[in-house]
């Protein structure tokens, strides 16, 4: 089991709510699944994957989670390629200025 010391950059997880708990106007699919939340920080004591820990963000936070990674790196992207997004900047370039540049 990969364990953490306190100081180290972490990831935390929360269910900030349960399924069923939000908002009435929120859709039915939604309302079917908890709110989730993830949290990078610092640790501040040491614990081990699947521990509850308190973590401090960058934005002096305090939060408490359940720990889920050390050192995380990030995994977001723009998405797999869109061929009609070619042909739209090529479009927008004929509006804007008149050709491709």
Same mark, same amino acid.
């Given at each position: 089991? &990969?364990? !953490?010391?306190? #100081? @180290?950059? $972490?990831? =935390?997880?929360?269910?900030?709510?349960?399924?069923?708990?939000?908002?009435?106007?929120?859709?039915?699919?939604?309302?079917?699944?908890?709110?989730?939340?993830?949290?990078?920080?610092?640790?501040? &004591?040491? !614990?081990?994957? #699947? @521990?509850? $820990?308190? =973590?401090?963000?960058?934005?002096?936070?305090?939060?408490?989670?359940?720990?889920?990674?050390?050192?995380?790196?990030?995994?977001?992207?723009?998405?797999?390629?869109?061929?009609?997004?070619?042909?739209?900047?090529?479009?927008?370039? @004929?509006?804007?200025?008149?050709?491709?540049?």
């Amino acid at each position: 089991m &990969q364990t !953490a010391k306190k #100081g @180290d950059w $972490v990831q =935390i997880h929360q269910i900030v709510l349960k399924a069923g708990e939000r908002a009435p106007q929120v859709p039915e699919d939604t309302q079917a699944v908890p709110l989730e939340l993830w949290v990078k920080g610092i640790l501040q &004591q040491d !614990a081990a994957i #699947g @521990d509850s $820990v308190i =973590i401090t963000t960058v934005t002096g936070r305090t939060v408490t989670g359940e720990l889920t990674a050390v050192n995380p790196g990030y995994t977001h992207n723009y998405g797999s390629y869109v061929p009609e997004l070619l042909k739209i900047d090529t479009q927008l370039k @004929d509006i804007l200025y008149g050709g491709s540049k």
